[in-house]
């Protein structure tokens, strides 16, 4: 059973920035990556995914920008970079592996099957 654990939330002011990691039990390399957000009393929202070869890269349009998305399968672990964090990037991070055969990658959250716990980032104004 694949398992998911994200590190690197924490604290930080508007404007600054963090990097979330995903670490996996094991070979993440056929498996897409998805991170996600969620804030209590909302729904799931896609922030970014990147394809189990690193190829092929989607992001939510409130965060292309600013998130960047990357992966290292020799260390089984995925990144988002998040600079120029603003108060409403606040939210609970999780990231999400499924393993797929089809191109790109899904930003749908019932797409994915294997889930961290999730990680807290609290940007201040």
């Known amino acids: 059973q694949l398992q998911l654990v994200e590190s690197g939330g924490g604290l930080v002011q508007s404007g600054g920035s963090l990097r979330l990691s995903c670490t996996a039990s094991?070979?993440?390399?056929?498996?897409?990556i998805g991170w996600f957000r969620q804030v209590p009393g909302k729904e799931r929202e896609a922030v970014s995914c990147i394809s189990h070869d690193g190829n092929e890269i989607d992001s939510a349009a409130s965060v292309k920008d600013r998130f960047t998305i990357s992966r290292d399968n020799a260390k089984n672990t995925v990144y988002l970079q998040m600079n120029s964090l603003k108060p409403e990037d606040t939210a609970v991070y999780y990231c999400a592996a499924e393993s797929r055969v089809t191109p790109g990658c899904p930003q749908d959250s019932i797409e994915y099957y294997y889930w961290g716990q999730g990680t807290q980032v609290t940007v201040s104004s």
């Open positions: 094991e070979d993440l390399y056929y498996f897409d």
